[in-house]
């Protein structure tokens, strides 16, 4: 037998799809010992949750048995370091979040650990909401919502002629399963589609042509800073800047500049360098700016979404087959 320890906050209707995934499968749940969900798909649970000691005994005493491992707990990374202490066996963690690399890395585990066990994250399973956003925000700043809005607010009727998203030229950084379905949905909406990836095409090159840039790629080394004051001052005048990746990719200064100087039309943000935003961020006050508190990705599908990722995932491992959304351990993504 194979025992999984669900370590997160999870639908019963969702642990029992997992307990028929395999008769050779022992999943424990037991959701006393877990912080409440404050919402749907709510993965680190209510932060004011804390185990009694008799619980905290159970807890260890449960992650003592598991081979596999469903979430970080708490999705804190001290609370990681602090649960692999407990549990020699484990073989397989599969992270809740499609950014696990992060936390990981932030675990600071010695490279034993790392080795020892098999990371994987929910990659691949936020497509559809982030895309979703992506192609909200490009078309409501093409459309002008933000004036809109404000004419509503102030009575105004204020008619004039607006921009379309057809034909328009849409280049998508990092071409994962997020870029493909951004790509996807700019095609259905007429748009001409650029991609690059970490090891194909030139970002210097195809900047200057988009009038939408949409940023999917995680943080590594090879990312951070990537959209610098120079690139961010060779878009087109009037282009959009998306970012549903990670903060640090960009200069958010230096795209803040672009903004107050209109250089851009606009900015639709899910994801920033310091979280939650400072209250002090020019980001909150500018107009022409959409903002989201790094949740574009959630949706009232995603425990689903990752369950299905996770049992085929267990499915693979019984059959010593390669894991899906594996985390390079040398590079954390």
Excluded at 17 to 43: G, N, Q, S, T
Excluded at 129 to 139: K, N, R
Excluded at 276 to 291: A, F, G, K, T, Y
Excluded at 315 to 331: H, N, P, V
């Amino acid at each position: 037998m194979v025992t999984v320890v669900v370590a997160t906050p999870l639908e019963p209707e969702l642990v029992e799809r997992l307990r028929h995934v395999d008769p050779r499968l022992e999943v424990l749940f037991e959701p006393d010992l877990l912080p409440p969900a404050r919402y749907p798909c709510d993965h680190a649970g209510d932060p004011s949750f804390r185990r009694t000691a008799e619980q905290e005994r159970r807890f260890e005493a449960l992650l003592g048995r598991a081979e596999v491992l469903l979430g970080f707990p708490g999705e804190d990374p001290r609370q990681l370091a602090e649960a692999l202490r407990s549990a020699p066996r484990l073989r397989f963690v599969q992270a809740m979040y499609a950014g696990a690399g992060q936390q990981l890395e932030m675990a600071r585990l010695p490279r034993a650990e790392l080795e020892r066990i098999v990371w994987t994250s929910s990659s691949g399973v936020h497509a559809t909401p982030l895309a979703e956003w992506s192609l909200l925000g490009i078309l409501a700043l093409t459309r002008e919502l933000p004036r809109l809005l404000a004419d509503q607010h102030e009575r105004r009727w204020n008619r004039r002629p607006v921009e379309e998203v057809r034909g328009k030229t849409l280049l998508v950084v990092g071409l994962g399963a997020i870029g493909r379905e951004v790509a996807r949905l700019g095609e259905a909406l007429g748009m001409h589609v650029l991609s690059l990836t970490r090891t194909s095409g030139d970002l210097d090159e195809l900047l200057p042509q988009a009038d939408a840039v949409v940023l999917t790629l995680p943080l590594t080394a090879e990312t951070h800073g990537l959209l610098d004051r120079r690139r961010i001052g060779s878009m087109r005048r009037g282009s959009i800047l998306v970012n549903v990746g990670r903060g640090a990719v960009l200069d958010e200064e230096a795209l803040v500049d672009a903004l107050r100087e209109r250089r851009l039309l606009g900015a639709v943000l899910d994801v920033f360098v310091h979280e939650p935003l400072p209250p002090e961020s020019p980001l909150w006050e500018l107009d022409n700016v959409i903002l989201s508190p790094h949740m574009a990705a959630l949706s009232v599908h995603e425990n689903e979404r990752i369950v299905d990722l996770f049992a085929d995932n267990l499915r693979r491992y019984l059959a010593g087959e390669e894991l899906r959304s594996r985390i390079r351990t040398d590079l954390f993504y």
